[in-house]
């Protein structure tokens, strides 16, 4: 009897304490001050509860080219398990401006909720931005660890 508690006992922690997820989200045109931006989010997590995030800003001509192949060019082994992607329309690194700043800042604001609601651990403003990176052309590989990279 004893023996068959532990087994149930077991069982019922890694059910409880397990966590899979596999999903995405897509925003399509939104807008601030008019300024168009779309955002997506990808998540592959198995069994971790820290759910390491990276953040990356494009424009939207690259954000359609490459939101839908994040699921296909990532791989499980990854660094990050929480891929997010901001689109901002005619967005250009090299001269970001005030709206595109507010875009971004939003978008990070939107971020940190989305993480606290669903119980993952707090980030604040200062470290969710320090995961910004952005993507000037479709090669996700500079910053996610693709399945059949191309050399």
Excluded: W
């Amino acid at each position: 009897m004893k023996n068959l508690f532990i087994l149930v006992s077991s069982v019922v922690s890694l059910g409880v304490f397990s966590q899979n997820i596999n999903c995405e989200t897509t925003d399509y045109v939104k807008n601030i001050d008019n300024r168009e931006y779309s955002t997506y989010h990808y998540v592959n997590s198995s069994y971790s509860y820290s759910r390491p995030l990276i953040i990356m800003v494009t424009s939207d001509k690259v954000f359609m080219d490459v939101h839908q192949k994040i699921p296909k060019l990532f791989s499980a082994k990854q660094e990050y398990t929480d891929v997010y992607l901001l689109g901002i329309k005619e967005f250009n690194k090299k001269n970001i401006d005030e709206i595109n700043v507010k875009i971004i800042n939003f978008f990070i604001d939107d971020i940190i909720r989305y993480r606290t609601s669903n119980n993952l651990p707090y980030n604040n403003f200062e470290y969710v931005s320090s995961q910004v990176n952005y993507l000037e052309n479709e090669d996700l590989c500079k910053f996610l660890i693709c399945k059949n990279r191309k050399k």
